[in-house]
Nanobody, 123 residues
Framework: EVQLVESGGGLVQPGGSLRLSCAAS????????VGWFRQAPGKERERVSY????????DYAHSVKGRFTISSDNAKNTVYLQMTSLKPEDTAVYYC????????????????WGQGTQVTVSS
């Protein structure tokens, strides 16, 4: 069974940086992608980024492109989301998710989820 555990959220000032970590277990092949989603109060869960464990290819939402970077450390079975130039509108609960390739954009289609970590961007 795939299990995902997020860490690294917190309170940060606008313009600051945070790094989220997703420790994955139970993924037995490279035919998976690991992604980061976020959900703000009253809004739908949206995909922020994902990385293919097969070839390392990545994808980003337009709203975070150039500010967020996703990466994976296969030896540690961990996927990271480095977030820079944070804005108040980045405030949300951030979730790590995994699914078999090829993946779809909407959260409905992703099979495995972590418990989420809160990111608050405020002065």
């Amino acid at each position: 069974e795939v299990q995902l555990v997020e860490s690294g959220g917190g309170l940060v000032q606008p313009g600051g940086s945070l790094r989220l970590s997703c420790a994955a277990s139970g993924i037995t092949s490279n035919d998976y992608a690991v992604g980061w989603f976020r959900q703000a109060p009253g809004k739908e869960r949206e995909r922020v980024s994902y990385i293919s464990l097969r070839d390392g290819s990545t994808d980003y939402a337009h709203s975070v492109k150039g500010r967020f970077t996703i990466s994976s450390d296969n030896a540690k079975n961990t996927v990271y989301l480095q977030m820079t130039s944070l804005k108040p509108e980045d405030t949300a609960v951030y979730y790590c998710a995994a699914d078999r390739l090829p993946v779809l954009e909407h959260a409905w289609f992703w099979d495995y989820w972590g418990q989420g970590t809160q990111v608050t961007v405020s002065s």
